[in-house]
Every structure is written in C-alpha cells, then in structure tokens.
C-alpha cells in the first residue's frame, strides 16, 4: 500500500496567513493526488482534484501543486471558516490511502 | 442535486452483522464507482471497500472476507454487509460517489458502534 504523510499534524495561524500543508507518497504517485477539508462533525468535502485542480464552488484561495511523490496545499489568505482538518489522497493505486490529516487552528 | 444518506448504524456486539444502505438520489448509483470510506472516532479517513460500475468489488485488507459491498439497482441504493464485527470497526461509516479517484459527493456518515 502507498503510504501517505502529511506535515505538519497540526497549525495554529491567524486570519488573513497564507498557510501550506504538504504531502508526501512513499512512491511515485503522478498527479493523482487529492485534497480533503473536513469541519467536526461533517463528511469531507473535496477541495483539489488531480494535485491542482479546484473543484467546482471551491474558493480561489485553495491551490494545489506537485507531481510525483511530493505535493502541497496552500490557502493564499486564511478565512474564519477555514479552520478546519485537511486530508490528502492517493488515487493512483488500490487501496486508495489517506494522509493523516492536518489540523488548522486559530491563533 | 447529488444526495447520499446513509442508515443502518448503531450500536452491535463483536462478532455481530450488520448492514449499511446509501440511498442515492440525483444520479445513477449503477453507472458509478461508489465507496465506503469510515472514521474511528477522533482518527483519520480510511478506505473501506468500492463497487465499480461493471460490478468488480475491492476491499481493505483489514475487513476482507467479513463485509461485501453490492447495490440495488432497482432502488438505486448502496450497501454495506458488516459481519464478524470487531471493536476496531468501530467509525462513522460514509458512502461516496468515486470519481476518477476523487471523492466529490459524500453522505452525512452513520455512527457503527462495536461494543459489548
């Protein structure tokens, strides 16, 4: 199974931050990565596709880059709804695999 | 609009059954891949088991050969048969609609509690 390993574990930044979490496969992955904002409570809610794509009614803010083995969200300009856990995915391989989630907190 | 809603959690003994349904509306569930994706509580995300469009059935090493993913077509519904249950199965369960990959739609999860 690929593993996936997300740092940092946990954030604490302010409103109006740039913040980026990153991602790391253990083995080459292309661009079949993706990227999960999960609130407590709720299901998770797609953010990027592919490692780069934004998907539809998500805001600008969110962007995805890497290929390979290494990969990085970035929020431009935090948001008070924002705050949030954030999760990547493989999709290259069965089983697909998660990160294990980085948690965004208020400072 | 996609809608996904799950039932059939609760709280069951090891080594009990139980079955998960995800009733699907807005979309054709049969024309899709669809997966069960849970959450042990305060953890993080782990893939279950999918069912693709063409019928083929895959799962986690960790629940193989004790549940089985399958649909009903006729009522456009997804379920999961949990069986031989384990404290460790303990999650929110949450069916998803499979999309190249990436899992755009999403239930409201339902609660399966393992416990004696």
């Known amino acids: 199974d690929i593993q996936m390993t997300q740092s940092p574990s946990s954030l604490s930044a302010s409103v109006g931050d740039r913040v980026t979490i990153t991602c790391r496969a253990s083995q080459s992955i292309s661009s079949y990565l993706n990227w999960y904002q999960q609130k407590p409570g709720k299901a998770p809610k797609l953010l990027i596709y592919?490692?780069?794509s934004l998907q539809s009614g998500v805001p600008s803010r969110f962007s995805g880059s890497g290929s390979g083995t290494d990969f990085t969200l970035t929020i431009s300009s935090l948001q008070p709804e924002d705050f949030a856990t954030y999760y990547c995915q493989q999709s290259y391989s069965t089983p697909p695999t998660f990160g294990q989630g980085t948690r965004l907190e208020i400072k | 609009e996609v809608q996904l809603v799950e039932t059939g959690g609760g709280l069951i003994q090891p080594g009990g059954s139980l079955r998960l349904s995800c009733a699907a509306s807005g979309f054709t569930v049969s024309s899709n891949y669809m997966s069960w994706v849970r959450q042990a509580p305060g953890k993080g995300l782990e893939w279950v088991s999918v069912?693709?469009?063409?019928?083929?059935?895959y799962y986690a090493d960790s629940v193989k050969g004790r549940f089985t993913i399958s649909r009903d077509n006729s009522k456009n519904t997804l379920y999961l048969q949990m069986n031989s249950l384990r404290a460790e199965d303990t999650a929110v369960y949450y069916c998803?609609?499979?999309?190249?990959?990436?899992?755009?739609?999403w239930g409201q999860g339902t609660l399966v509690t393992v416990s004696s």
């Open positions: 998803a609609r499979d999309h190249s990959g990436s899992y755009r739609h």
């Open positions: 069912i693709y469009s063409g019928g083929s059935t």
């Open positions: 592919a490692a780069s």
